[in-house]
């Protein structure tokens, strides 16, 4: 079992940026693969970005390619976000998850731990 808390949400105007951590314990971290999913009042959990266990791959939905960065810091069991030119549409409850899986994957069935979330919000 991995425990995860997520941090750095908040209140951003439009264009902003934020960074959005994922502290990690438990079980080893540097075998799983990483991801933060994101929830909208009145819509489905969607998933936003992956990283794979090495750190040296990554994938994002659409709409948040080129804004958004995911990272890791294995020495710091972290897992980061960062998040560029941000809009209203971006609006969301943050979760971070982790993977039982080495490879990219995107479906929230493959990732077994879950943080609280993080809320973002971004004004129109």
């Known amino acids: 079992q991995v425990q995860l808390v997520e941090s750095g949400g908040g209140l951003v105007a439009a264009g902003g940026s934020l960074r959005l951590s994922c502290a990690t314990s438990?079980?080893?971290?540097?075998?799983?693969?990483m991801g933060w999913f994101r929830q909208a009042p009145g819509k489905e959990r969607e998933f936003v970005a992956v990283?794979?266990?090495?750190?040296?791959?990554?994938y994002y939905r659409d709409s948040v390619k080129g804004r958004f960065t995911i990272s890791r810091d294995k020495a710091k069991n972290t897992v980061y976000l960062q998040m560029n030119s941000l809009k209203p549409e971006d609006t969301a409850v943050y979760y971070c998850?982790?993977?039982?899986?080495?490879?990219?994957?995107?479906?929230?069935?493959?990732?077994?731990?879950w943080g609280q979330g993080t809320q973002v919000t971004v004004p129109s």
């Open positions: 998850a982790a993977s039982e899986r080495v490879n990219l994957v995107t479906d929230s069935a493959d990732f077994g731990s």
């Open positions: 438990g079980r080893t971290f540097s075998s799983n693969a």
């Open positions: 990283i794979n266990w090495t750190g040296s791959r990554t």
